[in-house]
């Protein structure tokens, strides 16, 4: 099985058996792991399918097919990080070409935004996504790039992939979503008129925390081979064995992704009814402010959450000493459950201001729900709730 459209076989498929016993050499049924950084010239003049590992890489190449399938593209790119990802499509810009980009979005993303803009390698403006009149006052500007996150990263705000396409589309910006948080599993941005779909494949799509990866998945075949050529340009593609290790973490996304997005529901449930916790930041949750979004444009909830702690940053210290099962760490995604706190974390370099702007208060903490046992997982944060 290689290949997946419309009429082909479902994703949960594609994902476990893409490229599954298509080994011409030895019909091995794990597809092979090709690490040669070049290939053989069968005679002068006489180039086979691949010549140097930057340009294209067979194990690479599997991964940007399955992908591609999983959500829907023409094409993909695989690079060496999900902020590689991003720089391809922003490193491409015209030096006046302007990027609309969410003012909650994931910290690295600002940082790389406003150094490139810094440099006078673009331009940047960040919009609150949600208020689609802001967003229209933006685009009166020609933005040539629209970068959409949803949901946000920390606050889990959702915003309305097909809406802000068609509005980016009517002012001529290609429109890039980051879907990291959820994973195909869970929303197709392309299916809702999306141009790109941006992945650090280090989060769910690899899956074990034990690669850092990123892809971009083109909706158009020109864009996807505009993409191709600029990865070779620049150089930001990703390693063979990290493709290898993504490919196989892949096989288990579909049942992954259900499983700990059931967790993070009733871990949701009971941090919202506990009351050392004064507020829960969930999609799943029907008080989410964008509930009927994620519902609407999202195949499940998806398996991060935030909550605010009642009373001071003192709470958040002895949460994290005492909580069991999360361990304190950045990143998301994996099979095991994380415990981050933005603010002096992964949104440490936004700075308080721009923090303050998103809601990113001093007492949020962020989880990512993994795969262990529910009531382990709920015991553990008791342990941690109790301390506060
Ligand atoms: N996009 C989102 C939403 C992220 O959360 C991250 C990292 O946490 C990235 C992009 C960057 O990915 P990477 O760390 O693989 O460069």
Known sequence: ????????????????????????????????????????????????PYDYGRAGNPTRDMLAKALAALEGGA??????????????????????????????????????????????????????QGDMREVGRALEDRPALMIVETPS??????????????????????????NT???????????????????????????????????????????????????NAVGSCGAPFDAWLTLRGLRTLYPRMRQQQANAMSIARYLADHPAVSKVYYPGLESHDTHGIARRQQKGFGAMLSFELEGGVDKVRRFIEAVKFFTLAESLGGVESLVSHPATMTHADMGEEARGRAGIKE?????????????DLIAGLQCGLAAC
């Open 363 to 375: 007492t949020l903490l962020r989880l990512s729900v993994g795969l262990e046992a529910e009531s």
């Open 75 to 128: 094409g993909a790119v695989i690079t060496s990080s999900g902020m590689a990802a991003i720089d391809l499509l922003v490193g491409r810009l015209r030096p006046n070409d302007l990027v609309l980009a969410p003012h909650d979005c994931y910290g690295g993303t600002m940082r790389l935004l406003k150094a490139r803009a810094g440099l006078g390698q673009l331009r940047v403006c960040f919009v609150d």
């Open 181 to 231: 948080f959820l994973s195909p599993a869970c929303q197709r941005p392309l299916e809702l008129g999306a141009d790109l779909a941006i992945h650090s494949t280090t989060k769910y799509l690899n899956g074990h925390s034990d690669i850092v990866g990123g892809a971009v998945i083109a909706a158009d075949p020109g864009q996807a081979e505009e993409l191709a050529y600029w990865s």
């Open 153 to 178: 990263n920390p606050m889990m705000r959702v915003v309305d992939i097909a809406a802000l396409a068609a509005l980016a589309h009517e002012a001529e910006a290609k429109v890039a979503v980051d």
């Open 1 to 48: 099985m290689t290949d997946g459209d419309a009429d082909g076989p479902e994703p949960e498929t594609i994902a476990s058996s893409y490229g599954v016993a298509s080994d011409p050499s030895y019909a091995a049924v794990v597809p092979p792991l090709y690490l040669s950084s070049t290939y053989a010239f069968a005679g002068y003049e006489q180039q086979g």
